[in-house]
């Protein structure tokens, strides 16, 4: 039986995307109000994959 561990995946806060992205937490927030990105809510609490955040960082190769 061949086991193999991934790493959990990261998720970033509001604040944390918005500084990664370079924009104002307010427009991250309207970035996933408008559903441009994805979220994981917990309650009050949003967070937001990494993943997803880096894939509007990286232009799509055509």
């Given amino acids: 039986m061949n086991l193999t561990t991934t790493d959990p995946p990261e998720f970033l806060?509001?604040?944390?995307?918005?500084?990664?992205l370079g924009v104002s937490p307010r427009t991250v927030r309207r970035w996933y109000s408008a559903r441009k990105i994805?979220?994981?809510?917990?309650?009050?609490?949003?967070r937001i994959p990494?993943?997803?955040?880096?894939?509007?960082?990286t232009p799509a190769v055509s």
């Avoid at 806060?13 to 990664?20: G, I, K, L, N, P």
């Avoid at 990494?50 to 960082?57: C, K, N, R, T």
């Fill in 50 to 57: 990494a993943s997803g955040v880096d894939a509007l960082i």
């Fill in 13 to 20: 806060s509001v604040a944390d995307a918005a500084r990664r």
């Fill in 38 to 46: 994805s979220v994981i809510r917990q309650g009050r609490v949003v």
